[in-house]
């Protein structure tokens, strides 16, 4: 946990949740998130994590919830197999999510309201891997969630903490 950057008055402070992919049997373990991006996320966090992670039962399946403080000019980007990239970062208290092609539309029908208010936008962009993504600008307000449902894996979503 960082306690410095929680005290960071420009950073965004957001509660990241991730569908729970680990399995068990018996000795064995398998965590099919870790397989696709190919790191454990709460390794890929750590830096902005100021909080421990916790796991929450919801209406789409249990999930992960990694609280985080993101400092202006700082966020993650991971790469996705066969997808592209997905990420986040801080511009100077604006988040701007990167999705990969294949999520643009299920983002841009979340965000729906908040486009047509003017308060997020949207552009195409070369992402880091070289692959062409969308970056979504979007002002937080507090209390404000976001999040894609999974299925039975749960969701993938923002919360304004």
Known sequence: MNAALARDPTALRVNLTAPTTTVRLGPFEFDGL???????LADALAPMMIGPRVQR????????VYPLAIPDGEGLSIPVKFAGEVGFYNRRSVLILVIPPALVEVIAAQLAAEIAAGQAD????????GVKVTEFAL?????????VPLGRFGELGLEAA
């Open 122 to 129: 949207a552009r195409l962009w070369t992402g880091a891997t």
């Open 57 to 64: 039962t919801g209406p789409n399946g249990v999930v992960d």
């Open 34 to 40: 870790k397989a696709l991006i190919g790191m454990d």
């Open 139 to 147: 002002r937080l307000r507090p209390g404000m969630r976001k999040a």
